[in-house]
């Protein structure tokens, strides 16, 4: 595709050169960044926050349901869209097509996560199947491969192969960096990652590949499945050695604000993590969520938090805390 020309609506594009990005998935806006095509983005999706400059983007997408509750009522209204067959979210139609929109990004691993692939297809309706319709990229990754596979087709997609190749270098060095040092700690702590909290489940995915690099064993979830839900019986059985709680979506005064939630939990006083000091939060919007370049900072967040004798990114106080 690069160096090609394409008739769009009227105008012609340099696909290598000029592109109009449209992203409607966090992960994907930050992946775009990354390989230095911000400034060819012209539309997001309401979650889209990072880099800070994508703000003043036309916004295109929305839930339908209220996301400021607790988790606990945000998982009943997503039951309840699923239970009737409503996508939990709406695309607005009309104002992506008015963008004239060369690419549009979205995913497929998650419908309760972003605007899912469905949604958009439906959104750009018979223009998408068009000769000028805009192109398609539907992320999906499941676990650390899929997010290098994925980084390589948006590569393609965009005309950056060499800057996407030098991404996934970095990245994998990084940490591999990470996996290497924590070896030093000389122990791996029995993980319980909180990926949500009413009710209970476990990181799934990539995360626990990321808990394994970081020196620890991941509980209760396995690499490339989604995420479980856990009944919390199950994790009071098992008894953490360490807890952290990251809620996908959740910045660190919410997850703060819902603590007590699980503190007043049976057995929760008597878990080995609780006993020795061993339970954080960490910002669950910016990280461990977002398969994207920030999946490394995740990942020394976690080491940070298990293995403080050995590293120190500067993390703690910023983007995770330990809870008392």
């Known amino acids: 595709m690069r160096g090609t020309v394409a008739s769009r609506a009227g105008r012609t594009v340099d696909w290598a050169m000029a592109q109009r990005i449209v992203s409607l998935l966090p992960s994907a806006t930050e992946l775009v960044a990354a390989l230095g095509a911000a400034g060819e983005l012209v539309g997001r999706s309401h979650e889209c926050d990072f880099p800070p400059e994508v703000a003043a983007l036309p916004v295109l997408t929305e839930a339908r349901l209220d996301a400021t509750g607790t988790s606990g009522e ?19 139609a009309a104002g992506l097509r008015a963008l004239l929109p060369d690419v549009v990004v979205t995913q497929a691993q998650c419908e309760v996560c972003a605007v899912s692939e469905d949604d958009v297809v439906a959104a750009l309706g018979q223009w998408a199947g068009a000769g000028d319709g805009p192109r398609l990229v539907s992320l999906r990754a499941e676990n650390l491969a899929g997010v290098y596979d994925d980084l390589a087709a948006l590569g393609r997609a965009l005309g950056r192969e060499a ?26 702590p029995r993980l319980m990652f909180i990926e949500w909290i009413a009710p209970p489940m476990a990181g799934g995915n990539w995360m626990p590949e ?18 479980p839900w856990v009944d919390w019986e199950d994790i009071a059985a098992a008894d953490p050695e360490a807890l952290l709680v990251a809620p996908c979506g959740f910045e660190l005064e919410r997850i703060a604000a819902e ?30 969520n977002r398969p994207g370049p920030r999946l490394v900072e995740s990942a020394e967040i976690v080491a940070e938090f298990l293995h403080p004798d050995v590293f120190d990114f500067g993390h703690e106080g910023i983007h995770w805390r330990r809870v008392s």
């Open 163 to 188: 800057q996407a190749a030098v991404l996934a270098a970095e990245m994998r060095e990084r940490l591999e960096t990470i996996a290497s040092r924590s070896v030093e700690a000389g122990w791996k």
């Open 74 to 92: 945000i998982h009943a209204g997503m039951e309840a869209a699923l239970a009737d067959a409503l996508s939990v979210y709406r695309v607005d």
């Open 259 to 288: 603590m007590p939630t699980l503190q007043a939990l049976s057995g929760w006083a008597e878990l080995k993590a609780v006993r020795a000091g061993r339970v954080a939060i960490a910002d669950g919007n910016a990280f461990f």
């Open 210 to 227: 990321l808990i394994d690099l970081a020196g620890g064993e991941p509980l209760f979830a396995d690499a490339g499945k989604p995420s």
